[in-house]
Structure formats: C-alpha cells, structure tokens
C-alpha cells in the first residue's frame, strides 16, 4: 500500500493555483514601480508633486493593511477579501483614465493604495498555510511572483517604446483584471489556524520576545535600508529616460534587479549555513549605501546592469537574514506579530522616504540618491547597534527547527 502522500487533503491543484494568484499583483507592481511615476510625469507633473502621488497610499496602507488582515482572518475564506481588493483596485484604475490633474490623481491612487493593500500579505498567508498544512514548498510557488514580475517589466519596457507613458493605465488595467481572476481561483482552505502577519500586528503581547532591544533595533535598521531604495523606486526610470535610455532598456534594468534577488533567494539555505546572520545584515547594508553612492554617477547601461545586480545584497540577502533571524529570536506564537511590525516599519520608513524623495530628487536630480545613501547608512548603524547588544549564540534558547 503506498504511503499516503504529505499533501492529502489539500485543494485540488493547490500549488499551481496559489502561485497564479501571486503572479497576479506581482503583474501589477512590475508596471506600476517603474512606469507609473513615467506617466505622471508625462503629465507634467512636478517632481514633488510625483513624490507625494507615490508617498501618500504608502501612508494609508500601513493601517488599512491591518484591518483588512483581521477582517479576512475573521472570514469563512480570506479569498473573498482578495475578490473585493482586485475589484475596487479595477475601478480605480479605470477612473483614473478620467482624470489628469494632481488632486483627483493623489485622491484615487491613495484610494487604490488602501483596496490594494492586503491583496499580497493576504496571498502570502494562504501560501505560508499551505505550507504550514501540508508541507507545499514556499520557494517553488514563490518564484512564479518573480517571474511574473520580470515579465511584465519586460513587456511595459517594450509598451513603452512604441507609446510611452500612454500604455500605463491600459497595462495597469489587465494587470488588475488578472487579480480579479487569481482571487476566483484561489484555493478555498477555510478559517485560518493562526492569524495573518499584517492581522497579528495590533496584538502583540506585553511580554513580547519582540520588545527586546535587539530585535527592534534590527527591524528598524532593516527597514530604513528598505526605505533607501525609494527614490530609485520613485525616479530610476524617469530619470534613465532622461540618459536617453529606450522603454526596453528601462525594462531589462529593472528586471535585472529582481533576477539577481532571484538568484540570491534559491542559495538561501547555503548562505545561512555558511555565514552569520548578522553579518549578512551588515554586508547588505554597506552594499546599499555604496548602490546610492554610485547611483548619481554616468555608467551607461552596462554600468547601470551591473549596479542592478546589488539588488541582490541589498534587499534579498537583508530579507534572508532577517526572517531567520526572527526564527531564531522570536517565540513562536508571537511570529505573525513580528513579520506585521515588519510590514509596519517598512511601510512607514517607506513612505517618509517617499515624500523626501521628491523633494530631493526636485531639488538637486539625481544627485539626490546621496540622501538615500544617508538612510541606508542609518540603518546600517542601527542593525550594528542590534548586533552588538544581541545575546550571544550560547545564550539564546534554541528553537526546533529554526534552521528552516
């Protein structure tokens, strides 16, 4: 009689079905990141008024995020949250095609900030319950985002050859109509068994392992490391457009980026067992403050890829380190709560970093990404600070395993 297999009784299909639904908002961000401040600009609006466009829905999806979390935890299926998310998140996208002024846009991209928000931390835990439930391997559904990604920077970088900023809001568009689909065929699990991150993030317990000093100092450093990539976010495409560089071109460097975290992601597990945690954490954010320092500099586009490719050290090597280092830090019950104050501070040291941005960028071009590597050079102090008041290896307790 053959064993039964780790993955009875899960949904038909579960992980083919759960990495569609990823590729969905992943469709979506790979052609609102790089080309949605170009369409702004097109506009003529300033850079300023760009910044505070970008700035303002980062704001309101730290706490809409959260209560749409608890809403959906709350549900019988968190997949009817996603279904309104991509539905409301259409609508306004389709009504920004009615609209060419700053106020009307500010006030319907942070109206679609706040339906959008959960879409992906609500995927994710239905992802992360498939692996809890039966053993659904998180990388391989995971990558199918990643792709997807590459995939739609690829096709607006070659969109926005032929029609520039114009093919924004019709690529948005099919991008949101496929959320509406990935929210139909999600897989149907029932309740949850333990509340979502972005859920768990209001109910963090007075004596919470997250309190100790290391740990905050190292979300914090972490997260303002994050935040340094705004302007590049914000302004990277606008301003390789300026340098004469093609849609296609902006398209290859920006997946260039994602393809070397890729490739970081699937050597996570030789990199945790051969180097310190921490000292991955250090060596990333040294790299991000030497990325914006360079950043200002004229390379041409070979230059610009091979700068690209630190995306690799300077986000998927910090995030690598980071989880496991919760794994290890964090009491079990309280891990949902961590990776929500995780969210929280990414998405606030975000948005600040945002509103700065067009400030700077406005001001002083792209000499501004020195600003970005003064923010990354503050969080590289603060996750020093939690390295040097972290408990030694023999002084922590040891958690079952906190090697995964």
């Known amino acids: 009689m053959t064993a039964p297999s780790v993955t009875t009784g899960a949904p038909p299909f579960f992980a ?12 979506v961000n790979g052609i609102a990141l790089p080309f949605f401040p170009i369409w702004l600009e097109t506009l003529s609006m300033s850079d300023f008024q760009i910044g505070i466009v970008l700035a303002l829905p980062m704001f309101v999806r730290v706490f809409t995020a959260p209560v749409a979390g608890v809403i959906a935890d709350r549900m019988g299926e968190r997949s009817i949250v996603l279904l309104w998310s991509g539905l409301l998140s259409l609508l306004t996208t389709v009504a920004l095609f009615a609209t060419g002024s700053f106020w009307p846009i ?31 391997d998180y990388g ?26 114009a093919m924004v809001l019709p690529a948005l568009t099919a991008a949101f109509v496929l959320t509406v689909i990935g929210a139909l065929i999600t ?9 979502s991150p972005i859920a768990a993030i209001a109910h963090v317990p007075g004596k919470s392992t997250l309190r100790q000093r290391d740990v905050q100092l190292m979300l914090i450093g972490v997260s303002l490391v994050s935040a340094s990539h705004s302007m590049y976010y914000a302004f990277s495409a ?18 260039a980026g994602v393809l070397a975290e890729v490739v970081m ?26 990325r914006w320092i360079l950043f200002p500099m004229d390379m041409g586009f070979s230059g610009y890829l091979a700068l690209q490719c630190l995306h690799a050290f300077t ?74 008041v ?8 040891q958690r079952a395993a906190s090697g995964g």
Not at 16 to 27: D, K, Q, S
Not at 153 to 163: D, E, P, R, S, V
Not at 346 to 359: D, K, L, P, Q, W
Not at 390 to 397: D, E, N, R, T, Y
Request: overall charge positive.
């Open 187 to 195: 897989p149907k699990i029932g309740k949850p068994r333990r509340p």
């Open 315 to 388: 986000y998927a090597i910090i995030h690598i380190s980071v989880q496991s280092r919760l794994v290890e830090r964090v009491a079990e019950e309280q891990e949902a709560a961590a990776q929500g104050l995780y969210f929280f501070y990414m998405g606030i040291f975000t948005a600040i970093a945002t509103f700065a941005s067009g400030y700077a960028y406005s001001w002083y071009g792209v000499d501004g990404f020195y600003l970005m590597s003064v923010v990354a050079a503050a969080g590289l102090v603060c996750v020093v600070a939690g390295r040097l």
């Open 16 to 27: 083919a079905r759960i990495a569609l639904v990823f590729c969905a908002p992943m469709m």
């Open 390 to 397: 972290a408990p030694s290896a023999a002084a922590q307790p």
């Open 265 to 290: 992601f699937v050597f996570a597990v030789q990199l945790r067992r051969r180097f310190n945690l921490w000292s991955m954490m250090v060596f990333g954010s040294t790299i991000a403050v030497g």
């Open 106 to 136: 500010l006030l319907l991209y942070t109206l679609q900030g706040a339906v959008y928000s959960p879409y992906v931390p609500i995927t994710e835990a239905i992802m992360l319950s498939g692996v809890r439930r039966w053993n659904f």
């Open 140 to 165: 391989k559904m995971r990558l199918w985002g990643s792709l997807a990604f590459i995939l739609a920077t690829m096709i607006g970088g070659w969109l926005a050859g032929f029609y520039g900023g």
């Open 238 to 255: 606008i301003h390789w457009q300026k340098m004469g560089f093609s849609g296609t071109d902006v398209g290859i460097l920006w997946s």
